[in-house]
């Protein structure tokens, strides 16, 4: 197999063969990402502890028996599930026979535990030259500190910015840094079976996922590296641009926000809000909203807060002005648009149990 068979546009990398010996959440997830467009996914995990540590990862309502959680299944759609003990002789020959049977390779064994089981990325790249081999860690292959998202979003400035102010920081609540990481994975993957198609050739990947939150930093980083500003939580506040992210409440009580990202846009907003009012010099252009966002919002709040939402959600949809109710996730998911990500499976497992599971997918 030199390169995914895109004839079949609704599963383009059918005949791919993915082995994920990988563990949480980045690596899983990339894995996942092949296995919905219609790559082999066989995924490895400990025998010794039952299988992957997210199994146990549980709300308080679910089954504390089950040898599942909601979060596992969130990151192992349509994978084969094989549990292995590798220090054991016969079974590290099996997982041995799966890596010479595989395209593509995803672990995130710490360099010490990759040495104990033969399974170091470059030595295991020489023996199988066509092998796509992806090593996830937490900072650097060399680095024995271990990797969790809590950890990656304080270190990586993240939780610092994140929250209402400084008494009251808050963490982005998903794995946003594990996400970020699965992406680089995905992505590197996809240019080595690029190259793979034209020279034949595997490769080694080595994926940080420090260096995944540092790259998901985009403007809040170049907003330091270039002025000097550090970034402080601001709670929905964009730092760049207003009023984004501000919130505003309707006359019935309704909160929502918005996204004005451009002056033509305020223009149009603020003629449909305050028709035969002049714009306030301070407001015309983004650098004065922003310098006086107080000021601002409460002008566009004594307007709002004078009618329903209903009527705001017309005014704003008729003259295309970006915004949004915050919705819950018992709302999201009455979405037409949301409904069609969902993904349902039900199989039976290594164990011959019959389980449903559920992923999200871009259709």
Same mark, same amino acid.
């Given at each position: 197999?030199?390169?995914p068979d895109f004839k079949n546009d609704a599963k383009p990398f059918s005949g791919l063969?993915?082995?994920?010996?990988?563990?949480i959440l980045a690596?899983?997830?990339a894995a996942s990402f092949f296995?919905?467009?219609g790559a082999t996914v066989v995924k490895v995990e400990n025998k010794l502890t039952a299988g992957d540590a997210t199994r146990t990862w549980k709300l308080p309502g679910e089954d504390p028996a089950s040898p599942y959680s909601a979060y596992y299944f969130s990151a192992n759609y349509g994978k084969e599930v094989v549990l292995l003990d590798l220090t054991?002789?016969?079974?590290r020959q099996k997982a041995e026979e799966m890596i010479a049977d595989s395209d593509v390779v995803i672990s995130n064994f710490q360099k010490k535990v990759a040495q104990k089981l033969g399974l170091l990325p470059e030595e295991?790249?020489? &023996?199988y030259p066509s092998l796509i081999f992806a090593q996830l860690s937490a900072y650097e292959f060399d680095d024995p500190r271990p990797g969790y998202d809590l950890v990656m979003q304080g270190e990586t400035g993240w939780i610092s910015m994140t929250g209402t102010d400084d008494s009251h920081l808050a963490k982005i609540p998903v794995a946003v840094i594990d996400i970020f990481a699965s992406h680089q994975i995905k992505e590197a993957v996809l240019i080595a079976l690029i190259k793979r198609a034209v020279t034949g050739k595997g490769s080694t990947i080595h994926v940080s996922l420090y260096k995944s939150g540092i790259s998901g930093l985009a403007n809040q980083a170049s907003n330091y590296l270039m002025q000097g500003v550090v970034a402080k939580p601001i709670g929905t506040l964009h730092p760049n641009i207003a009023p984004y992210g501000d919130i505003f409440t309707s006359a019935d009580g309704t909160d929502f926000l918005l996204a004005v990202g451009?002056?033509?846009?305020?223009?149009?907003?603020? &003629?449909?809000?305050?028709?035969?009012?002049?714009?306030?010099p301070n407001f015309e252009s983004n650098s004065g909203r922003v310098k006086n966002r107080k000021e601002l919002c409460k002008a566009l709040q004594?307007?709002?807060g004078s009618n329903p939402f209903v009527k705001i959600e017309t005014l704003l949809g008729t003259i295309n002005v970006p915004y949004c109710s915050i919705l819950k996730m018992n709302d999201v998911f009455q979405d037409k648009l949301a409904k069609e990500m969902v993904l349902t499976q039900t199989k039976h497992d290594e164990t011959g149990q019959s389980v449903s599971s559920i992923a999200f997918t871009i259709k």
């Open positions: 197999m030199i390169f063969k993915v082995l994920d010996i990988s563990n690596g899983p997830l296995a919905e467009l054991n002789p016969a079974d295991t790249a020489l &023996k451009s002056d033509d846009q305020f223009k149009k907003l603020w &003629k449909t809000l305050m028709p035969g009012v002049a714009i306030n004594q307007s709002f």
